[in-house]
T-cell receptor, first 114, second 115 residues
Framework: KAGVTQTPRYLIKTRGQQVTLSCSPI?????VSWYQQTPGQGLQFLFE???????NKGNFPGRFSGRQFSNSRSEMNVSTLELGDSALYLC?????????????FGDGTRLSIL | AQSVTQLGSHVSVSEGALVLLRCNYS??????LFWYVQYPNQGLQLLLKYTSAATLVKGINGFEAEFKKSETSFHLTKPSAHMSDAAEYFCAVSAPGNYGQNFVFGPGTRLSVLP
């Protein structure tokens, strides 16, 4: 069974640009969560989608947004990029949105802002 | 709201020695608990999970963890460290009854294994 696939793996952007990251969950998984990982802040939750609906949202500005498609694939978008947005962005999928369902992670997209 | 603390941002052990990584949680309801491992340039891999069944949970790669409600702990252990265990380990808590998933991860513990 294929795991969680994130594209692209690496991305370099400049301040003020916008970026879209993609995540394909494990087949049959309907919940997708996004995290930002940095050395200083660790793993921070961005949002979770289930059946094309955002169920939870972390404490990030509105520049960070996401969506989920009917095939459960998800994208996240960051607009007006800032230097502090440089991070590893991780996507995790889960069978459903229940609290006891483990999350399975992709290898992430490393975003660098120049 | 739930939270996780991991005592020791960096732990070093000798190959063959016991591995003990500490995790303490805070939750207003009996939680679900998870341990993940992250190797360089990779995502997080699930090691084991506690979802209110047996308090001693066995995971992959010889790791196990014990849920102790009285101590609000979920420490990760492995009897004998191997060089390939060198990685970063994250403890996570999830509270039942929430609308949607809301995992809270600890800050992580970097494990070094010395030859």
């Amino acid at each position: 069974k294929a795991g969680v696939t994130q594209t692209p793996r690496y991305l370099i952007k400049t301040r003020g640009q916008q970026v879209t990251l993609s995540c394909s969950p494990i087949s049959g998984h309907r919940s997708v969560s996004w995290y930002q990982q940095t050395p200083g802040q660790g793993l921070q939750f961005l949002f979770e989608y289930f059946s094309e609906t955002q169920r939870n949202k972390g404490n990030f500005p509105g520049r960070f947004s996401g969506r989920q498609f009917s095939n459960s694939r998800s994208e996240m978008n960051v607009s007006t990029l800032e230097l502090g947005d440089s991070a590893l962005y991780l996507c995790a999928s889960s069978l459903d949105s229940a609290s006891n369902q483990p999350q399975h992670f992709g290898d992430g997209t490393r975003l660098s802002i120049l | 709201a739930q939270s996780v603390t991991q005592l020791g941002s960096h732990v070093s052990v000798s190959e063959g020695a016991l591995v003990l990584l500490r995790c303490n949680y805070s939750s207003s309801v009996p939680p679900y608990l998870f341990w993940y491992v992250q190797y360089p340039n990779q995502g997080l891999q699930l090691l084991l999970k506690y979802t209110s069944a047996a308090t001693l949970v066995k995971g992959i790669n010889g790791f196990e963890a014990e849920f102790k409600k009285s101590e609000t702990s979920f420490h990760l252990t492995k009897p004998s460290a191997h060089m390939s265990d060198a990685a970063e380990y994250f403890c996570a808590v999830s509270a039942p009854g929430n609308y949607g998933q809301n995992f809270v991860f600890g800050p992580g513990t970097r494990l070094s294994v010395l030859p």
